[in-house]
């Protein structure tokens, strides 16, 4: 089964929707762009992709996504250079992950063709959407779901797979305050935490909220067996560097890849900032605050990028974070984002140029 | 804010679809009524319940629900008896429960009356698509989803509350093998297995299939940190008999508190079965499969009712259950579904007729 560019059918828009998109004032993947991707899965196959106008779902009222929670989907952005070429940051990768999560939620593998043709041939049409200010970005969302019918609590027979993107500005204004979680927990031992899958979002809102509620935006999830570790922040990984080291979490079936993370672990490598990838508990983070060797902590994802965190909460105490001349996460966030706009070299071959 | 029926708005299909309803086959939840109730949160409040003709559904790509999973629902019965009167059973637990999963989930609380005036008022126009044939039911759907849109990873701010009705058969036919399991794990501590949320299910499907490919038909969950206790089937809470003591689990933010547990456990006590409510190992059922004190598994839940097992497996070795002649399940289940379809005085109070 194999789909070139010439495959898919396209529908485009008569009106383009742009003028109405305000680029100066971009919030996070709250307006589209003029058209969607949509593959549907039937019969045991995927059909042809189609473009079509960016426009409504309609499912049956039994439809199991409604039920079941049986959804994907996957974060990535497109880049646009001063010379209006279009870069995407390690695609392959999503597409990977993508079916790594499908597999864990019985949602059929789609191939890497449908994936990246129906990408780059959508970007193409909406290429314009994509904003060329500072910091902005075209967010790109691909999601697979349950769209087969039924009660019965069993995985669906028929599913879709849409790539939607909006044209989006940063996902965290300035620097976060998180809250480290010990009651609440995200994900279980031999559960589906290293999936993007929907569920995984929607436990985590309300021991969220009520972590904004005492004034942080973020909480940093522990394991759920004894909250003696660190795990990972939920939209984002976590980075803790403690003196001149710079540690993360390993990741495991509790644990998202982030795309981020392991490119932020190359780029530190190559910066020859020392890293290391171990379980991290809560009490040297806590110990490393009070003595101060705690020097600066962000999440990295894709949605965030490199998101510094201003401090964190632990048992009804804040604990500050230093300002920093010399922050690893500024640093890394330029190197990145330099990669990704196609400012610099990329010796490490993630950029991927959309070709028109 | 109150409603009542008068208040309900009410479109009414032109041709009822009952005709082709084939009444002598039904699967379970595969054919849907003439009706649904809708009910739409926005700016902060339920809106104006509706009844409309059975009809899909219509989404921005970017709602929630296909994102994030913020979804709940109910799964309830209907049960005509031979004077064609209409009977719920505990509806106002169903309702209650539903509100707890909504509270984890950061959906907004449903109000008591628009969910059993919703509910009664659909069943009373739909009344007609109740099985009367021996074991078959209506079964009902009350779902909550996040219907706003965006790809910020947040609650919604819109939902829906729909209620869907399905004439169905039995959800297991016979008897049914069920494998103990060691690697996957179903929920988290201070996670969100005690909610009926949408990715619960989906989050099952996987090592359930690969449970059926092995030859069973169900998992039974153990607990995540040690897999040492018995906890729940994902479709049914667990009840297993030594001798004569009929044992289940207590419920926990992992496991699910359902009605058909607790009124099995009321029942069983009246009948002067001794039960008992605590942590089950693995290895007590083992070791009782192999003296010959483990009597009957079974399970227990609204879908399935009390659902027999055969037997079990646990690390390659299959363990199979007697054939008893004093069965607790089959005595429960005849005490239960007499009460369910007014064929015996009800001395709980469990039974609910639907006024017409």
Chains 1, 2 share one sequence.
Request: a neutral charge; glycine letters at 8%; one cysteine or more.
């Amino acid at each position: 089964m194999s789909i070139a560019t010439k495959d898919i059918i396209i529908e485009k828009v008569k009106n383009s929707k742009i003028d109405q998109v305000d680029f100066d004032n971009l919030a996070f993947g709250s307006v589209f762009t003029d058209h969607m991707l949509v593959c549907t899965y039937k019969n045991g196959a995927w059909e042809t992709p189609t473009i079509t106008p960016y426009q409504p779902i309609t499912l049956d009222p039994s439809a199991k996504i409604f039920h079941y929670g049986q959804s994907i989907f996957e974060g990535m952005k497109a880049y646009k250079d001063k010379n209006n070429d279009v870069f995407l940051f390690r695609p392959l990768d999503n597409h990977k992950r993508l079916n790594i999560s499908a597999a864990r939620m019985c949602i059929p593998q789609i191939p890497e063709d449908y994936f990246m043709e129906g990408l780059t041939t959508l970007l193409n049409l909406d290429k314009d959407f994509i904003p060329t200010k500072d910091g902005g970005s075209l967010y790109i969302r691909p999601f697979m779901f349950a769209s087969g019918n039924g009660f019965h609590a069993s995985p669906a027979n028929e599913y879709k797979f849409i790539i939607a993107c909006a044209p989006s500005g940063a996902y965290f204004s300035g620097k976060v305050k998180v809250l480290i979680e010990e009651k609440y927990s995200r994900s279980a031992n031999g559960g589906v935490g290293y999936a993007k899958a929907g569920g995984n979002y929607a436990g985590q809102f309300y021991p969220t909220q009520l972590a904004i509620e005492k004034g942080y935006n973020q909480v940093i999830w522990t394991d759920d067996t004894s909250h003696e570790y660190i795990e990972e922040a939920g939209a984002m990984n976590i980075f803790i560097r403690i003196n001149d080291t710079l540690l993360t979490g390993p990741t495991s079936d509790r644990i998202l890849d982030g795309i981020t993370r392991k490119s932020i672990l190359e780029i530190a490598k190559d910066q020859g900032i020392k890293t290391e990838v171990r379980k991290i508990t809560v009490k040297e983070v806590v110990a490393a605050a009070k003595d101060g060797s705690l020097k600066e902590m962000f999440g990295a994802g894709t949605a965030a990028v490199i998101s510094p965190i201003a401090g964190f909460g632990y048992r009804d105490t804040d604990y500050d974070l230093p300002e920093l001349e010399n922050s690893f996460g500024e640093r890394l966030k330029k190197i990145i984002t330099d990669i990704q706009y196609n400012k610099s070299e990329d010796k490490f071959g993630w950029r991927y140029q959309v070709k028109s």
